[in-house]
């Protein structure tokens, strides 16, 4: 399986990015996507996660400000980032899982935010 990450940049503070990741299999049946990210020096940490019955869970420090959607007609999951700030500089991937079996990784998308 390949996710293939995009739509990551360079913003200034306040502004908007929307992150999307196109999987080379089909996520109709895919029972968790979505979307982690590291920063330097940090731990990898989770941002937004779509379980399989449809239920989002949101890490508390983008509550309000992101929004985690799937496509099953295109296999996209993606990530509606508003009010970008400074200390949301990482790197994003994407996830998928299908049943009980590893989860699939993206290669990564820089977001930078600068103040």
């Known amino acids: 399986v390949q996710l293939q990450a995009s739509g990551g940049g360079l913003v200034q503070a306040g502004e908007s990015l929307r992150l999307s990741c196109a999987s080379s299999?089909?996520?109709?049946?895919?029972?968790?996507l979505g979307w982690y990210r590291q920063a330097p020096g940090k731990q990898r940490e989770m941002v937004a996660l779509i379980q399989s019955d449809a239920g989002k869970n949101y890490a508390d420090f983008v509550k309000g400000r992101f929004t985690a959607s799937r496509d099953n007609s295109k296999n996209t999951v993606a990530l509606q980032m508003n009010s970008l700030q400074v200390e949301d500089t990482a790197v994003y991937c994407c996830y998928i899982q299908w049943g009980l079996t590893p989860g699939s990784w993206g290669q990564g998308t820089q977001v930078t935010v600068s103040s």
């Open positions: 299999r089909s996520i109709f049946r895919a029972t968790r």
